[in-house]
């Protein structure tokens, strides 16, 4: 039988900016809870996007073998299953 955990409500307040009512909160944790909070948002961090136009710049860098090399080693690997039978 599993139990609902029931978690408070919080409303974002129009009148301050998000990142004022991110530290005020941050501010009542304890230092184990606020490296929680860290590694969180380390985490959300590493998947921040760049939007494509930026990355037009790169386009045409890899020569064309190497992307042969590249597509052939992929399309190799994904076809091999492996069991691990320990």
């Known amino acids: 039988m599993t139990s609902a955990v029931s978690m408070p409500k919080f409303t974002i307040s129009m009148n301050r ?3 004022d009512q991110i530290i005020e909160q941050v501010e ?3 230092d184990s809870r606020r490296r929680q909070v860290l ?12 939007p494509g136009r930026d990355l037009m710049r790169f386009a045409g860098s ?4 190497d ?8 399309q ?11």
């Open 67 to 74: 992307l042969l090399a590249i597509t052939r080693a992929i």
């Open 28 to 30: 009542r944790l304890d």
């Open 17 to 19: 900016s998000v990142k």
């Open 39 to 50: 590694d969180f948002t380390r985490r959300l961090g590493a998947f921040a996007t760049v």
């Open 62 to 65: 890899i020569a064309p073998p």
């Open 76 to 86: 190799e690997g994904c076809e091999k299953v492996e069991s691990d039978a320990s």
